[in-house]
């Protein structure tokens, strides 16, 4: 895999909340589909914007905080997809690429978030 670009993760994260949209409105209407899928619709939807906030940081303890809320947010993602499969809403192949691609998002944001303490904890 190449170098990930802001440009690209930008792209991608619009993508993965796209891809949540419309999988939320295929949801069953009954209660708990409903609950499940706004929350996480809120979350995949906040992952692109927050990722879009992150880019535009004026430092790097700014990029920092915003990109932990990023991580938070691809991480809690995760949880609702992986919800909707364990109370069998959806099946496990139904959601399987876009629970692979919130776990790629959330490793990434991980790695980001990861480089970005040690480089602020580096002497000069």
């Known amino acids: 895999m190449g170098e990930v670009t802001p440009a690209a993760m930008r792209v991608r994260t619009k993508e993965f909340a796209l891809r949540v949209i419309r999988l939320t409105r295929t949801l069953p209407k009954t209660d708990e589909a409903r609950v499940i899928g706004r929350q996480l619709l ?20 700014e990029f ?4 932990g809320i990023v991580l938070e947010e691809s991480d809690e993602s995760i949880f609702w997809l992986e919800l909707l499969e364990d109370a069998g809403i959806l099946r496990k192949g139904d959601i399987a ?20 303490k040690a480089s602020r904890k580096s002497p000069p």
């Open 97 to 116: 690429a876009l629970h692979q691609e919130a776990g790629e998002l959330t490793a990434i944001f991980g790695s980001s978030l990861k480089t970005a």
């Open 64 to 67: 920092i905080a915003r990109m």
């Open 42 to 61: 809120r979350c995949a939807t906040s992952v692109g914007a927050n990722y879009r906030s992150v880019c535009l940081a004026r430092s790097k303890a």
